[in-house]
């Protein structure tokens, strides 16, 4: 059985959470839009850690049996993965200020995580 968004979720967060993801951001797009139920923002210190945080993250929904689409790869500036109901973005620092995702998405709940 596929894990619904509740778990894809924990599960997302928990591997940015192991892989040192910084400045981690839900945001319940829910009542938003149809792209999925939560989207995950975080950032990594370098091109290697986005890509690094990427690739474990999307480890872990395949083994979840989760399918996941992924952009942005191998670049590393903007990792985009797509696992259906959680849609997860991995940003260097810099990208993710210069496109700034959070203010277009924030009018609803947020959850934001220390790092």
């Not at 928990?14 to 040192?20: F, P, S, Y």
């Not at 938003?32 to 480890?59: F, L, N, P, T, W």
Request: proline share 3%; glycine share 6%.
């Amino acid at each position: 059985m596929r894990p619904d968004a509740e778990e894809i979720l924990k599960l997302v967060l928990a591997r940015l959470d192991d892989m040192k993801a910084e400045a981690i951001l839900t945001i319940d797009v829910r009542k938003k839009s149809s792209i999925g139920d939560y989207m995950v923002v975080s950032s990594g210190r370098s091109q290697r850690h986005v890509g690094s945080v990427a690739d474990r993250v999307v480890e872990d929904l395949d083994k979840a049996g989760i399918a996941t689409r992924i952009e942005g790869v191998p670049h590393c500036d903007w990792v985009l993965i797509d696992a259906g109901d959680v849609i997860v973005h991995v940003f260097r620092p810099e990208v993710r200020a210069f496109y700034n995702l959070e203010r277009m998405w924030m009018s609803g709940p947020v959850a934001r995580r220390a790092s």
